[in-house]
């Protein structure tokens, strides 16, 4: 059983049929669509220019030749470990022999008076895309609350859409949380550029209006006028039902190395987890397509008896106009940040070093630089300084 049909739930069933499980597999999602792929909510479904269907993940068809019972818009509600047993919201029990839990993550929610106007948005299911893209039209103003890679991709979206577009970000830069200060600042300038209106240093504090939102009010007293708001302010993992269930919960669900939570019977895959990486010597949650599939990979293994060890180095991507921004490793802790050409050129890299070893690296329309660092940060290359931003020289030679 599995539950949560996002990206992990769909390819952990997936993955048990390949490594030649013949029973039966059942996956239970609250949404009501097939599973389908979340990046291009904020970007080209957003944008009306991919239609659902090519969103997603495996048709209809797939989930009945591989006899896999997607059981759509329904949501469960309690599990009992020791009875192997899940409850649906309908009421339904449900027997199990090993559970998946993949119920990935929800947008953190801003508590904030207004928030519940109409016009305020959040932005993680195609439903909610299709209510904001209701009030897309040529001229409206979005203001955007948080300025991470959601926030800028909807704004990217929809100022090329012809929206009068304001990001408003809590923090002194775009991306804080992910990028350095040199990559913040290029993003910033390409979004000013394009025309979006961005202000840092800037807490939102209410939403006002009468039953719609007009107006968003900052904690210093700033007002900015909206038709539509969506706010982008981070994700949390959703735990509430294992955590419920007795399984050790702490900044998400905690697993072992083999997809194992602390009841030998669960597994868990995706963004709700909580998991070792040996590779940065610390537990980890990540919010990334990749991290979901290649969890959800090992886990069914796991599940079958097999002893998959699931620890890759992440790998991320976002696209902001022409920008294709791909992310691989995790930068956290650097001390220091070496750029590998020309920000103008709109082509460069960013290389992220701790005592001289390669952790992490952004790359900027540059896919050669993103595939030599996925192999240098998983050998822990320690990385010429001298050469590293000599564009002239591969980054592979650099070591
Ligand atoms: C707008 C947007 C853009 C993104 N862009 C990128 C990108 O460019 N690159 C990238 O790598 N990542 C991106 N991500 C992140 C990526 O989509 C997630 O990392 C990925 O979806 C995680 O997959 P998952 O299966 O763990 O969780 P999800 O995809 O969140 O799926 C979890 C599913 O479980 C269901 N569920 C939860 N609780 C229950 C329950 N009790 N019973 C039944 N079902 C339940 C939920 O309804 C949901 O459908 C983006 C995310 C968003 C929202």
Request: aromatic fraction near 6%; include cysteine.
């Amino acid at each position: 059983m599995i539950v949560g049909s996002g990206h992990a739930g769909a390819q952990g069933a997936e993955s048990l049929r390949r490594e030649g499980y013949a029973g039966r597999i059942v996956l239970i999602g609250a949404e009501p669509h097939l599973p389908y792929q979340r990046p291009p909510l904020s970007k080209k479904l957003l944008a009306g220019e991919l239609t659902f269907e090519r969103a997603l993940i495996k048709s209809a068809a797939y989930y009945e030749q591989a006899r896999i019972e997607l059981r759509r818009g329904e949501r469960v509600r309690a599990i009992e470990c020791r009875q192997r047993r899940v409850t649906l919201e309908s009421g339904a029990t449900l027997v199990y022999d090993r559970l998946l839990l993949c119920p990935g993550s929800e947008a953190r929610r801003l508590n904030v008076p207004g928030v519940d106007l109409g016009g305020v948005f959040y932005l993680r299911t195609i439903d909610e895309v299709e209510s904001i893209r209701a009030r897309c039209r040529p001229g409206a103003r979005l203001v955007v609350v948080g300025g991470g890679y959601i926030g800028l991709e909807i704004a990217a979206t929809c100022v090329k859409l012809g929206l009068d577009v304001t990001v408003l970000e809590m923090m002194d830069r775009v991306m804080n949380r992910v990028v350095a200060p040199e990559v913040s600042t290029f993003f910033a300038a390409e979004h000013s550029g394009h025309g979006v209106k961005l202000h840092c240093n800037t807490a939102v504090a209410a939403f006002e209006g009468d039953a719609e939102v007009r107006q968003v009010v900052c904690s210093d007293g700033r007002r900015f006028t909206a038709d539509v708001v969506v706010i982008g302010v981070g994700i949390v993992a959703v735990t509430d039902v294992a955590a419920a269930a007795g399984i050790t919960c702490d900044n998400g669900i905690v697993v072992d190395e083999y997809c194992r939570t602390s009841d030998p019977d669960v597994f868990a895959a995706g963004d709700c987890t909580d998991h070792p990486s040996r590779r940065y010597g610390r537990r980890v949650r990540l919010e990334s397509v990749d991290n979901a599939f290649e969890q959800a990979r090992s886990a069914a293994a796991n599940m079958l008896g097999k002893s998959v060890v699931h620890d890759k180095v992440p790998w991320f991507w976002s696209d902001q106009f022409d920008l294709k921004l791909l992310i691989v490793g995790l930068s956290h802790g650097y001390d220091r940040c070496l750029l590998r050409g020309d920000p103008q050129t709109h082509s460069f890299s960013a290389c992220y070093l701790r005592e001289g070893e390669l952790i992490a690296l952004d790359a900027v329309n540059n896919p050669k630089d993103y595939m030599a660092a996925r192999k240098l940060i998983t050998e822990r290359a320690r990385p010429d300084l001298s050469r590293l931003p000599d564009v002239s020289v591969a980054l592979r030679d650099c070591v």
